[in-house]
C-alpha cells in the first residue's frame, strides 16, 4: 500500500467530512452558504499543503452539474488549458467548465494573462489554489475577478478525527482490530503541524509496524522527536521559549524553537512568536510584528525541515530587539474597565449622526485640538505609559510638541 493511498481513498465527499475550516465549511461557513445557495464564483484558495483545498475543489465540482478539470500548474502549460476550454463547444461542456488550477502560481505572468481571456467571457469557471499569498504570485486583474478563501492549518483534535476514521479504514482493509488511544490521535496530528494528509501518511506508517495497539514509539519510529513530551512539556516549552526571548537571550530562544519544531510543534511555534512580537516587543520595535508574521506564513508554506530557517530568524530578532510591554498592560487595564461597566456613554461629539462639537485635527495646527475623547466617568484615565525606549520616546516627545500628552499616573 502506497503511503498516500490511504489519504486519497478517505478524501471526504462532502462538507460535513471536511475537518477543520470551520469558517469556511461549518454550519455558518461562509463558502458552504455560497455554494448551497447556488453560487459558483471564480475563486482562489490559498492556504499550507494538506489543508482540504483540492477536497473542496472536488466536492464544489461534484455539486455543481459542471464538467469539472483538475490541471497542475507546476506541470501543465497553456496548451491544457486551451484544451479543456476546447470542450466549451461540444456535449460535454453543455453544463459549463469549472477548471481546478492547483498551484497557480507556477504560471507565468503571459499565462495567467491568457487564462483571464477564458475568466472574462464566461467559457471556463476557474478555481485556482495556491500555498503562497495571491496578493504576490497571482496577476491582479485574475485576483479582481475572483473571491479569495484561505484556508488554515488544521488543528490537532480537528485533525485527529479523519485520524480515527483511517484508522478504521486500515483495519478493514488489512482485517485487523488495531486500536489507538485519543492522545496517540492527537500527537499524531501534531506531529502533522496541521497538514491532515501527512498525519494520515504518518499514521498509516505506524500502523503497519504496530501490534495490536498503535503507540507513541510506533509514530516516533517515523517522527524525528527529542525527549518526552506531553501536554505539561508542550506549555512549558512554549513558556521557555518566551521567557528566552523575553530575557533577550538569542541562544536560548533558538533553542527553544529547535526542540519545538523537533516535537512537531510548527504551528505552536508560530502562534507564540507572534504574540511574543506584540506582547514583549510591541511598539519598541513595532515592525516586529510584521516581519514575525512574514516568517510565520512562510514557515508553514515551506513546512519541515525548511521552516526552521525563517522561525530562528523570527526567535533571533525577537530575542534581540529592545523590549516593551506597555501596549499589553494599556489593553489590559482597558479591558479590566470594560469589565467593570465603566464607560457605556460615548462623549455626545463622537456619535453619528451629527458629531455635534466634533473638532476636527486636521483644521488647527500641528492637526491637533484638545478635546474630549473618553466616556465622562474615564475622561481622566490613562492607560497607556510610554515606554524608555527609543521608539516610544520619539512618540513622547511628539505628544509633548503637540500638546497632547496626558498627566503621568499618580
Known sequence: MKNTQTADILRPKTFDDIVGQPHL????????RMIEGGRIPNMIFYGPPGVGKTTAAEIIAANSGMSFHRLNATTASLADVKEVISQTGNLFGSGGILLYLDEIQYFNRKQQQSLLEYIEDGRVTLIASTTENPHFYVYNA?????SLFEFKPVSAPECARALARALRHLNTEAGTE?????AVLEYVARC???????????????FFVAEDTVTREDVDSFHVRVGNFDDDTHYDLLSCLQKSIRGSDP???????AKLLELGEL?????????????????????????????????????????????ANA???????????????????????????LGTAVPPHLQSPLFKGYKYPHDYPNHYVRQQYLPD???????????????EAAARAYAEAIGSLKQEKK
Open 251 to 257: 541562544d536560548a530562544a533558538v533553542f527553544y524553537v
Open 377 to 391: 466617568d474615564l475622561k481622566d484615565r490613562r492607560y497607556y505609559a510610554y515606554g524608555p525606549n527609543k521608539n
Open 192 to 206: 502533522a503541524g496541521g497538514d491532515v494528509r501527512r498525519a494520515i501518511n504518518l499514521l498509516e506508517n505506524a
Open 315 to 341: 526567535a533571533i530578532l525577537l530575542a534581540t530587539s529592545p523590549k516593551s510591554n506597555s501596549a499589553h498592560d494599556a489593553v489590559n487595564a482597558a479591558t479590566e474597565d470594560v469589565r467593570k461597566g
Open 142 to 146: 485574475i485576483i479582481s475577478r475572483s
Open 178 to 182: 488495531k486500536t489507538a488511544e485519543p
Open 267 to 311: 504551528i505552536s511555534v508560530c502562534r507564540r512568536l507572534q504574540v511574543i512580537a506584540s506582547e514583549d516587543v510591541g511598539l519598541a520595535y513595532p515592525l516586529a510584528a510584521a516581519v514575525t508574521r512574514a516568517c510565520c506564513e512562510s514557515a508553514k508554506e515551506l513546512g519541515m525541515p525548511e521552516a526552521r530557517l525563517p522561525l
Open 25 to 32: 465549511f461549518g454550519e455558518r461557513g461562509v463558502l458552504r
